[in-house]
């Protein structure tokens, strides 16, 4: 089954899909890999109204999901997390926010891919689904813009209790309603209260021009079983001055953990090493990589290794 949708037509219908480790089936427990390949075609001759020179896009981040949770849609006021990515391309605050609707049976994994640095160009991310998590949300950044991005919500990649073979998305640019900025370079301009996120129809983008596509493609299908996944808490949290992360490998595996402020700039890096399975922990005593205390605020730890990351929220109190 092959799909194309114009977005003007798309945004009128929810999207709906998911990402998980790897198969397909209703009947029994499988997941269905897909290639999401983000092409851009944002030029100076298709949006030439004041065309940017560094012109890019941040990382794609997202996650899949179900019917009961959605990250975005227009006219619903943004999430900080997407706040954060389409000012500043901030990955971390929505890929928490995904990993809290995965801890309440809501998602079931998060996606994250590296920016696109030069357009036109493209850039892949390699996704799984699981029927019962068959959602796709999947956002980048606009850049340079004051808060405006490119994506799509609640893509249902299951149609008719089939997978789809292909579908391609045309990208338009959308608003996410935080900032009042009307052009690429345009100072902050913090829009209080915020409106709820809209599309752009008008310049700086050449209206009905797309910036790009997505283009998802059914790579396969294997049964599997459930990987297992990193468990971690941290404790105390809120904290003053110091807080305990603890974790539990399901397997040996290289793992790094990091500490992130909300604009995704990283404070400290508390372990990167060859990791036994079974429990770790680590104590971070508030403290960034020059050995100065940081300010109290909400800040992030990330863990990953080869399969895995996991970001989770800290809140340090003085």
Same mark, same amino acid.
């Given at each position: 089954?092959?799909?194309?949708?114009?977005?003007?037509?798309?945004?009128?219908?929810?999207?709906?899909?998911?990402?998980?480790?790897?198969?397909?089936?209703?009947?029994?427990?499988?997941?269905?890999?897909?290639?999401?390949?983000?092409?851009?075609?944002?030029?100076?001759?298709?949006?030439?109204?004041?065309?940017?020179?560094?012109?890019?896009?941040?990382?794609?981040?997202?996650?899949?999901?179900?019917?009961?949770?959605?990250?975005?849609?227009?006219?619903?006021?943004?999430?900080?997390?997407?706040?954060?990515?389409?000012?500043?391309?901030?990955?971390?605050?929505?890929?928490?926010?995904?990993?809290?609707?995965?801890?309440?049976?809501?998602?079931?994994?998060?996606?994250?891919?590296?920016?696109?640095?030069?357009?036109?160009?493209?850039?892949?991310?390699?996704?799984?689904?699981?029927?019962?998590?068959?959602?796709?949300?999947?956002?980048?950044?606009?850049?340079?813009?004051?808060?405006?991005?490119?994506?799509?919500?609640?893509?249902?990649?299951?149609?008719?209790?089939?997978?789809?073979?292909?579908?391609?998305?045309?990208?338009?640019?959308?608003?996410?309603?935080?900032?009042?900025?009307?052009?690429?370079?345009?100072?902050?301009?913090?829009?209080?209260?915020?409106?709820?996120?809209?599309?752009?129809?008008?310049?700086?983008? &050449?209206?009905?021009?797309?910036?790009?596509?997505?283009?998802? &493609?059914?790579?396969?299908?294997?049964?599997?079983?459930?990987?297992?996944?990193?468990? &971690?808490?941290?404790?105390?949290?809120?904290?003053?001055?110091?807080? &305990?992360?603890?974790?539990?490998?399901?397997?040996?595996?290289?793992?790094?953990?990091?500490?992130?402020?909300?604009?995704?700039?990283?404070?400290?890096?508390?372990?990167?090493?060859?990791?036994?399975?079974?429990?770790?922990?680590?104590?971070?005593?508030?403290?960034?990589?020059?050995?100065?205390?940081?300010?109290?605020?909400?800040?992030?730890?990330?863990?990953?290794?080869?399969?895995?990351?996991?970001?989770?929220?800290?809140?340090?109190?003085?």
């Amino acid at each position: 089954m092959f799909r194309t949708l114009n977005m003007p037509a798309f945004q009128a219908a929810l999207f709906a899909a998911v990402v998980i480790p790897l198969t397909v089936s209703i009947a029994e427990a499988q997941t269905t890999h897909y290639q999401v390949t983000f092409n851009t075609t944002w030029t100076a001759e298709t949006h030439p109204d004041a065309y940017p020179t560094n012109a890019h896009f941040s990382g794609l981040v997202g996650g899949t999901h179900n019917e009961s949770v959605s990250f975005w849609q227009e006219g619903m006021l943004a999430s900080l997390g997407i706040k954060q990515m389409a000012e500043w391309g901030s990955q971390n605050t929505l890929l928490a926010e995904v990993q809290t609707s995965i801890d309440s049976g809501q998602a079931e994994s998060t996606i994250s891919g590296s920016p696109l640095w030069i357009v036109p160009g493209s850039t892949s991310v390699d996704i799984a689904l699981n029927p019962e998590f068959s959602l796709l949300t999947l956002v980048a950044m606009i850049a340079p813009s004051p808060d405006w991005f490119v994506g799509v919500r609640n893509l249902n990649l299951m149609a008719g209790g089939q997978w789809v073979d292909e579908i391609v998305v045309e990208l338009y640019p959308w608003d996410a309603g935080t900032d009042s900025g009307s052009s690429y370079t345009s100072g902050d301009q913090v829009t209080s209260p915020p409106v709820p996120i809209f599309p752009i129809t008008e310049g700086p983008f &050449t209206s009905g021009m797309p910036l790009g596509t997505f283009t998802i &493609t059914k790579l396969g299908v294997s049964a599997v079983l459930p990987s297992p996944s990193i468990i &971690t808490t941290a404790y105390p949290n809120p904290f003053n001055p110091q807080t &305990t992360i603890s974790w539990e490998l399901p397997n040996r595996s290289w793992m790094t953990m990091e500490i992130f402020d909300v604009k995704g700039h990283r404070v400290r890096k508390l372990h990167d090493r060859e990791t036994p399975a079974g429990p770790g922990q680590v104590v971070w005593n508030g403290r960034g990589e020059s050995g100065r205390m940081v300010n109290s605020g909400q800040y992030f730890y990330s863990i990953r290794n080869d399969s895995y990351r996991i970001i989770r929220k800290l809140i340090l109190i003085k």
